[in-house]
């Protein structure tokens, strides 16, 4: 059974940082995708940071620069650095995996595994 469980969120006022993180197990498939997405109140559901199996990534044009997506396959862990934080950034944040390859944009429908998500608020 996969389960993706996410951490890190809280509150920080503008310019700061956070580090989210991702546990993830019972993924098995070799290749796959990784992502963050995020949910404002009212938006949908958007794509932020995706990672594939090879390590190659993908930013949405609205945090490049600020966020960095990796993954430890020994911690079978998924991180998002997030450095410059804008309230615009306030969301709640959920990882999600996918079979099969990265594509950009990062579309929600096409992720199976989704964790419960982790709240980011920037003041």
């Known amino acids: 059974d996969v389960q993706l469980v996410e951490s890190g969120g809280g509150s920080v006022q503008a310019g700061g940082s956070l580090r989210l993180s991702c546990a993830f197990s019972g993924y098995t498939y070799s290749g796959h995708c990784m992502g963050w997405f995020r949910q404002a109140p009212g938006k949908e559901r958007e794509g932020v940071a995706i990672?594939?199996?090879?390590?190659?990534?993908g930013y949405a044009d609205s945090v490049k620069g600020r966020f960095t997506i990796s993954k430890d396959n020994a911690k079978n862990t998924l991180y998002l650095q997030m450095n410059s934080l804008e309230p615009e950034d306030t969301a709640m944040y959920y990882c999600a995996a996918a079979a099969g390859a990265c594509y950009m944009p990062p579309r929600v429908d096409r992720y199976n595994y989704w964790g419960r998500g982790t709240q980011v608020t920037v003041s």
């Open positions: 990672i594939g199996s090879s390590g190659s990534t």
